[in-house]
């Protein structure tokens, strides 16, 4: 069974904001988690969260595509879990952006429920990085 998350948000904010708070390593720490990501395709990087007592908060991935400023693409790997994240950045004029984020390969409920718990509250985090931008 595989399981695909999508979701959609929208900003007021620029195109270009939206993609910087996406690629750039020191804004993503703030909405996500310390990282060493680089817009780059083949790029292998981690996301490190707070390790707690059933997961040591790594994330592995590696950068699949990058097509600057529209869509990113990267693989999300925890344990035997190999996800794949998809941001698709699209311009809906007067100001307004809209994020599609879609996560695909996941291989049952409760990943699903947290992978969607997750976005949310990064989401809500990325958006006070935009305010700052």
């Not at 195109?15 to 690629?23: D, F, I, Q």
């Not at 790029?43 to 707690?52: G, K, M, S, T, V």
């Amino acid at each position: 069974m595989s399981l695909s998350l999508n979701m959609d948000f929208q900003f007021t904010t620029s195109v270009e904001k939206l993609w910087t708070a996406l690629t750039d390593s020191s804004k993503l720490a703030k909405w996500i988690a310390d990282n060493d990501f680089e817009p780059v395709v083949g790029h292998r990087f981690q996301f490190r969260h707070e390790p707690n007592e059933y997961w040591d908060g790594i994330v592995d991935s590696e950068v699949l595509i990058v097509d600057e400023p529209n869509l990113l693409s990267f693989t999300w790997a925890v344990g035997e879990e190999r996800h794949t994240v998809t941001l698709t950045i699209q311009d809906l004029g007067d100001g307004k952006v809209n994020l599609h984020l879609e996560q695909t390969g996941i291989t049952n409920e409760q990943g699903f429920a947290g992978a969607k718990y997750g976005w949310m509250a990064w989401i809500d985090k990325l958006v006070k990085v935009l305010l700052e931008q």
